[in-house]
């Protein structure tokens, strides 16, 4: 079965680090763009970093310069260094990829872990 197993987040001061790590397992054939999402309660879910398999980035407004993504793909792995953490982030993260399988291509999702950012 293939899945996104999500590690990291937690409860940090505003002004301080965490890293977000999301490893891909399964019978995969191919991942393509893997990525970062995020949502508070109520909203939608919104993008907060992407990186596709050739390692170019993108980022939503409200984290570049803080935040940076990286991939290894022999490990099937992304990972969401965050620094400089406001109050703001506080949010519910998603880790994403794009990933071919057996049977087709499909979109999978983490199973979300919990950023908190105190004041």
């Known amino acids: 079965q293939v899945q996104l197993v999500e590690s990291g987040g937690g409860l940090v001061q505003a002004g301080g680090s965490l890293r977000l790590s999301c490893a891909a397992s399964?019978?995969?054939?191919?991942?393509?763009?893997m990525g970062w999402y995020r949502q508070a309660p109520g909203k939608q879910r919104e993008l907060v970093a992407t990186?596709?398999?050739?390692?170019?980035?993108n980022y939503a407004d409200s984290v570049r310069g803080r935040f940076t993504i990286s991939r290894d793909n022999a490990k099937n792995t992304v990972t969401l260094q965050m620094n400089s953490l406001k109050p703001e982030d506080t949010r519910v993260y998603y880790c994403?990829?794009?990933?071919?399988?057996?049977?087709?291509?499909?979109?999978?999702w983490g199973q979300g872990t919990q950023v908190t950012v105190s004041s």
């Open positions: 990186i596709t398999n050739g390692g170019s980035t």
């Open positions: 994403n990829a794009k990933m071919t399988v057996v049977g087709g291509r499909y979109d999978y």
């Open positions: 399964g019978r995969i054939l191919s991942i393509n763009d």
